[in-house]
């Protein structure tokens, strides 16, 4: 195991809820009926195996996925269920794909309070900003940093809390990584 995801992996044990924010793998440039349509590209494919097999590894299966009904989310969604099995429970949703933070907000509003790793499964901008607004003090300033240029595809910001995911607020989560696809290798 790469010594990022070992230690990202060792640190979140020490917290009782795990939230992975995941934007979506790579892409297509174009979908037969626009921007909702963009399948992945052979690129994305890997890519999302390749998380999959490292958070597989670090022991971060989610428990529950949220994911944005646009097609390349879905996708993604579909690469990262082949390595997880099928105990992980999925819910699309068209507001992860077009209704900004407040979707992810109502998402973790909604989770249940035994819901241990929950990932959120979307696009940029919204991933990063999210990062941002629930990122404690407790992170480190320069993984908070690294969100102002955004999230790559397939990257994953792990945030950690003792606190349910329906009791997050604004900087509830502790920032333990921002990796890129390059990270689970």
């Known amino acids: 195991m790469a010594s990022r995801m070992s230690k990202t992996a060792k640190k979140a044990k020490q917290y009782d809820h795990v939230l992975i924010l995941m934007r979506h793998a790579k892409a297509e440039a174009t979908g037969k009926n ?10 994305g494919l890997k890519q999302a195996k390749k ?3 490292g958070l597989r590894e670090m022991k971060l299966v989610p428990e529950v996925i949220d994911c944005s009904a646009a097609l390349r989310a879905r996708q993604t969604c579909g690469r990262l269920l082949k390595v997880f099995g099928d105990k992980t429970q999925v819910d699309y949703h068209q507001s992860l794909y077009d209704g900004g933070l407040q979707a992810v907000f109502d998402e973790l509003a909604h ?9 959120v499964l979307g696009h940029e901008p919204t991933i990063s900003i999210c990062g941002q607004w629930l990122a404690s ?3 480190k300033a320069d993984r908070i940093d690294m969100l102002n240029l955004g999230v790559q595809t397939a990257g994953v910001l792990v945030l950690a809390s003792n606190k349910p995911f329906n009791q997050w607020q604004l900087h509830d989560g502790v920032l333990l990584a921002v990796m890129s696809p390059m990270d689970f290798e």
């Not at 626009?34 to 052979?42: F, H, K, V």
């Open 137 to 139: 003090d407790e992170s």
């Open 111 to 119: 989770a249940k309070d035994k819901t241990r790793v929950m990932m």
């Open 51 to 53: 998380v999959a097999k």
């Open 34 to 43: 626009g921007d909702y349509d963009r399948p992945l590209a052979e690129k």
